[in-house]
């Protein structure tokens, strides 16, 4: 078997553990005679893992059943929009933090459905930060503020919360579970899952009940979040497979420890940061109070040498480093699951990279 280091900023590296356990019981899920994608998500053994990857995620994030575990589809994308068709109603307003790339997303699907604040803008700065949020003005009265907590592109990460008034909705689909947080001072918060919790596919949000109760009475049911929370995510067909993913990712992830696994990602990261802070060949594209443990991103003096760096790590076996389309560069995304050996070959290879080029 030869895995590569999988840099790659979602769909990303996958606990190895959890990746055998399927293979395990790909064509035979536990003596059933079929695998989990051939069988009835009305059946006892989906129903079983379904109910385990809820019940691991509520402790894995220490809330209560005052909030619901959801399973939705249309990614973190179709959140950007369901967010304020479900609370932001006429002559309303929601305040939103504009933190880059996916800041900027939500915010845009938001202004189609009602009246947006945006309190805080940096999604032009370079080095790339995010708002400085203590002297912010809100609005009296907002619905909700709505912010990201890692931006995946710049790679630039929010290390502390704001306090906010107004119910508290985040964003947290590249950084979540990756660190220790007080998840109990949100309303709601979201993320795709392809980066750290399992494969594409599926959407998780977690939303205080009582949040969601009354909101969205007028909309379709499968854009109603109290639909969902109803039917405990199975009013329609849900996406097992990728459901069935997350429930092995928190088997693994409750058994290394969030602490664990932070202490191990902030030492991940500070291997890179190093380099980059002790060369003058490369130069780190966050600003250094801001910069992600997640997506760490970076550039060469040139272009041409970013392209070089991107194909000879992949001809060494890290693949998956060039930056987003949108800001090229280089970006390695080190989520959860991401091996701290593949840290130290990463940096091994810009060091060895800096002396042949620099
Ligand atoms: C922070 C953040 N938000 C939202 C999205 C969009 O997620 P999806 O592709 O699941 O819609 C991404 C995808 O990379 C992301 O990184």
Not at 102 to 114: F, P, S
Not at 281 to 287: E, H, I, K, L, N
Not at 329 to 356: H, Q, T, W
Request: net charge negative; glycine share 8%; proline share 4%.
């Amino acid at each position: 078997m030869a895995r590569v280091y999988n840099f790659s900023a979602g769909p990303a590296v996958l606990p190895l553990e959890a990746l055998q356990d399927a293979q395990k019981d790909l064509v035979d899920y536990q003596g059933s005679g079929m695998s989990v994608m051939e069988m009835s998500h009305r059946g006892k053994e989906y129903d079983a893992l379904h109910n385990e990857a809820i019940a691991n995620l509520h402790e894995l994030f220490g809330v209560g059943d005052d909030y619901q575990v959801l399973f939705l589809q249309g990614g973190a994308s179709l959140q950007f929009a369901m967010l304020p068709m479900n609370f932001l109603g006429a002559g309303q307003t929601a305040d939103y933090v504009n933190s880059g790339h996916w800041g900027a997303a939500a915010i845009k699907q938001a202004q189609i459905i009602g009246n947006v604040n945006v309190v805080a803008d940096t999604s032009k700065d370079l080095p790339a930060r995010m708002p400085d949020l203590s002297g912010v003005s809100w609005t009296p009265g907002a619905v909700y503020a709505h912010m990201t907590t890692n931006e995946t592109i710049s790679g630039a990460q929010y290390k502390d919360l704001p306090t906010v008034s107004a119910p508290l909705v985040a964003d947290m689909s590249s950084d979540i579970l990756s660190c220790p947080r007080d998840y109990n001072r949100f309303a709601m918060f979201y993320a795709g899952a392809q980066k750290n919790l399992g494969p594409s596919g599926v959407a998780l949000v977690v939303i205080r009940k009582d949040f969601a109760a009354d909101a969205g009475k007028a909309l379709p049911a499968m854009l109603r979040y109290q639909t969902h929370i109803d039917k405990n995510s199975l009013y329609n067909t849900p996406p097992c497979f990728s459901i069935y993913m997350i429930c092995l990712t928190t088997r693994w992830l409750k058994q290394v420890g969030i602490e664990n696994l932070y202490r191990q990602n902030v030492e991940k990261a500070k291997k890179i940061y190093d380099v980059l802070d002790s060369s003058s060949f490369y130069r780190g594209t966050a600003d250094k109070a801001y910069r992600s443990d997640m997506n760490v991103t970076f550039r060469t003096p040139t272009e041409e040498l970013d392209a070089l760096f991107v194909k000879q790590a992949g001809e060494n076996g890290m693949k998956q480093l060039k930056g987003h389309r949108s800001v090229g560069g280089i970006r390695a995304s080190i989520y959860n699951a991401f091996p701290v050996e593949g840290v130290d070959c990463l940096v091994d290879f810009m060091k060895d990279f800096e002396k042949r080029n620099g």
